[in-house]
């Protein structure tokens, strides 16, 4: 697979696409002020225990407090929490050894939370999902700090290798290698990018996890809740870290600073891909260039079209999304089961696409088109798992009921992506309404005589063609030539079919517009 991250640099922050064979599949904006976004880490505050949701509301900072239940809290919560009040405390230069930190006992999983936070203490917290709606962000206690190849995760030593790693013997060797580089009080995930990797490389991978929790560490010194601690890192180098492997053949970035960075960073975590890393500068916008503008205005919108006619509406409510399949008017065939199986399919395909590209969360019904035989509804299954094999975000799918439903629930971790491709009429500016016809003429003869009476000489007026062909209408009967009968001069008209019926425009002699 082919795979493109095109990145556009705008006055009101970055956008990000990722394409797969020259299609859209994910679009990321990035604010210049991204707070609470996921992954970041902040010193809160309790504020309010919950006993009958078992859960605290924590003061991070933002507008409303974050909730925090009990079973995001982690089992070595106890350690978190003496951990965090020794690094806030701890004057020295280099702060203490974490690797000789002696942890508490672990919690219950059906503990109460006034057990573990009843004198409302500061936390080292980390967001789980950004607040969406009318909610603030959710938190955890998990505490956990991705890199390319491994996932550190402090306060135990558990070394757990990713289950996507088919070969028993590959997964043996990374455990040995991990078990024998890492330190005391640091549990490691070894993710699926790391297999067939050498020793140096996850060493390496390793090391820099450290030490961004010793910067964690130097941050909570002397730190008052609420506050931040660490930020993820920007979206670009997070996907890139995610993403990156063999199919990945081309990144373009307008932008200097941008490009500049991104090509570090390629070069610290994979130098043999830095040649893929390239600087637009063509003059035309980068998405219109790469055809993603179009994709966009295409994509979103209640409803998408597909090619062969199938069409789909989409709904988005608070609880939930409802998308509903409907046939197209192009038949493969006379039997109608195939063509609902080959719409289905279709359909399956782009809506695989469209949760990724609108990072869709939470329950998703899909009304498919109906089908009668039940190897066709496994068939349409099946094929859902695998165009959603490619989306990061945990899912889970049911197969079709008989009431030929098909059930998703998706993580939801940030707002959905919600772009508006209707454009304001120019003619009514979105009122619905447009000044009345029969005084256009009037308004266009009122600007001519202020223009002739302030001496602009060699005028051309530019209307819409039927405005055209209404004031050259006639041999010396016309418009035009009452002007030139009435002002002793002759005014050009020109037809342009990109204006709006009403819309007219005055040039001077060197073809430059008139503001007026």
């Known amino acids: ?62 507008e409303k407090d974050a909730f925090l239940h009990y079973t995001d809290l982690s089992p070595y919560i106890r350690s978190i929490l003496k951990f965090t009040a020794t690094a806030i405390s701890d004057k ?49 206690c998990e505490i956990s700090l991705p890199g390319r190849f491994i996932v550190l995760t402090p306060f135990n030593d558990i070394v757990a290798v990713s289950k996507k790693i088919h070969s028993s013997e590959e997964r043996k060797r990374l455990q040995k290698i991990v078990e024998a580089i890492k330190a005391p009080n640091f549990g490691v995930i070894v993710r699926t990018a790391a297999e067939g990797k050498k020793t140096a490389e996850l060493h390496e991978d390793l090391t820099t996890l450290v030490q961004t929790w010793k910067n964690i560490q130097a941050n909570l010194s002397g730190a008052q809740a609420p506050q931040k ?33 991104t090509k570090t960073y390629i070069q610290k975590i994979a130098p043999e891909k830095q040649d893929i890393v390239n600087y637009y500068n063509n003059g035309s916008p980068i998405f219109d260039n790469y055809g993603i503008t179009r994709q966009v205005k295409a994509s979103f919108g209640k409803t998408v079209n597909l090619d062969s006619g199938v069409y789909l509406i989409i709904e988005a409510t608070e609880a939930l999304h409802v998308i509903d399949v409907n046939s197209g008017y192009k038949s493969s065939s006379n039997n109608q089961e195939q063509n609902a199986l080959a719409s289905n399919l279709e359909a399956a395909a782009e809506i695989a696409r469209q949760l990724r590209l609108r990072d869709l969360g939470g329950i998703i019904i899909i009304d498919f088109i109906d089908m009668k035989l039940p ?58 309404k447009i000044g009345a016809s029969m005084l256009i003429l009037e308004d266009i003869e009122k600007n001519l005589q202020y223009l002739l009476n302030h001496q602009h000489k060699g005028l051309t007026i530019c209307v819409h063609p ?48 008139i503001k007026l």
């Open 1 to 62: 697979m082919n795979k493109e991250l095109i990145i556009n640099a705008a006055p009101t922050g970055v956008e990000i696409a990722l394409l797969e064979d020259k299609k859209l599949v994910e679009l990321h904006h990035e604010s210049g002020n991204p707070n609470f976004a996921v992954g970041d880490l902040y010193l809160g505050k309790v504020k309010k225990l919950i006993p009958g949701l078992n859960a605290a509301f924590v003061d991070v900072g933002f």
């Open 229 to 261: 601690i660490l930020s993820e890192q920007t979206k670009t180098t997070s996907i890139l870290r995610d993403l990156l492997n063999e199919s990945f053949n081309r990144i373009v970035i307008n932008d200097k600073n941008i490009y500049t960075d």
């Open 466 to 513: 039927i405005l055209h062909a209404y004031l050259t209408k006639g041999f010396l009967t016309s418009k035009q030539w009452k002007w030139y009968f009435q002002y002793k001069k002759w005014i050009k008209l020109k037809a342009d079919s990109n204006y709006h019926l009403t819309e007219y425009r005055f040039f001077d002699a060197n073809d430059e517009e």
């Open 92 to 140: 020295t230069p280099e702060g203490f050894d974490f690797t000789k930190f002696k942890n508490e006992p672990e919690i219950v999983k059906t503990g109460k939370i006034t057990d573990v936070l009843g004198g409302k203490p500061n936390i080292l917290v980390q967001i789980l999902k950004e607040p969406i709606s009318s909610k603030g962000p959710r938190l955890s």
């Open 375 to 432: 190897e066709n509804k496994k068939t349409v299954f099946e094929a859902m798992e695998k165009f959603m094999s490619q989306d990061r975000a945990k899912h889970t799918i049911l197969p079709i009921s008989k009431f030929g439903l098909m059930q998703i629930t998706r993580q939801r971790v940030k707002p959905e992506i919600t772009i508006s491709v209707a454009e304001d009429c120019p003619a009514c500016k979105g009122t619905g």
